[in-house]
T-cell receptor
Framework: KQEVTQIPAALSVPEGENLVLNCSFT??????LQWFRQDPGKGLTSLLLIQSSQREQTSGRLNASLDKSSGRSTLYIAASQPGDSATYLCAVKGELTDSWGKFQFGAGTQVVVTP | DTEVTQTPKHLVMGMTNKKSLKCEQH?????MYWYKQKAKKPPELMFV???????INESVPSRFSPECPNSSLLNLHLHALQPEDSALYLCASSRTPGLAEETQYFGPGTRLLVL
């Protein structure tokens, strides 16, 4: 069974610092890995999706890398801003044909960026 | 239109009530999902409709009943819920289930409180 872990569970940084968020997964047989942002009490917003054949994806200040063989992904947020404060979740889509192999979420990293 | 809408935003119900949650998307997506999310926990997948065929997480109690009247609309019927069912219920959709580049789009959620 796929297990997805995010460390640390919480992170506080001063504005302007770079953020590094980690996601690890136990089964490397994945279709893709997706990073989401969630504001308190709200739905999830997709940030980046990396297909299993890709090594990284970039969007603005965000960069996500994927090392499938070691079961790791890292989300980098450059020059953090208070508006980046949120919970960041990674989700892995498994290769299993069973629909329950689809999206497995990590517990998230709660980020606070202080002015 | 890249939006998934959910109604109502908030719902308070007693344990003997019957209510329904509604989710709608007009992106032509062929898969729709119901997730349950407790505070500070990752979303847990409850049901998937893929090309209007239902897959069920067998750990979900029968007091939750999904319905997919058409490919754009998804309902979750609630009956005789328990206080521990209080959570944020998220709906999501994706374009073509089974593709590596599949991204899930989430609605804002319905905050449910069972008294």
């Amino acid at each position: 069974k796929q297990e997805v872990t995010q460390i640390p569970a919480a992170l506080s940084v001063p504005e302007g610092e770079n953020l590094v968020l980690n996601c690890s997964f136990t089964d490397s047989a994945i279709y893709n890995l997706q990073w989401f942002r969630q504001d308190p009490g709200k739905g999830l917003t997709s940030l980046l999706l990396i297909q299993s054949s890709q090594r990284e994806q970039t969007s603005g200040r965000l960069n996500a890398s994927l090392d499938k063989s070691s079961g790791r992904s890292t989300l980098y947020i450059a020059a953090s801003q208070p508006g980046d404060s949120a919970t960041y979740l990674c989700a892995v889509k498994g290769e299993l044909t069973d629909s329950w192999g689809k999206f497995q979420f990590g517990a998230g990293t709660q980020v606070v960026v202080t002015p | 239109d890249t939006e998934v809408t959910q109604t109502p935003k908030h719902l308070v119900m007693g344990m003997t009530n019957k209510k329904s949650l509604k989710c709608e998307q007009h992106m032509g997506h062929r898969a729709m999902y119901w997730y349950k999310q407790k505070a500070k926990k990752p979303p847990e997948l409850m049901f998937v409709y893929s090309y209007e065929k239902l897959s069920i997480n067998e750990s979900v109690p029968s007091r939750f009943s999904p319905e997919c009247p058409n490919s754009s609309l998804l309902n979750l019927h609630l009956h005789a819920l328990q206080p521990e069912d209080s959570a944020l219920y998220l709906c999501a959709s994706s374009r073509t289930p089974g593709l590596a580049e599949e991204t899930q789009y989430f609605g804002p959620g319905t905050r449910l409180l069972v008294l």
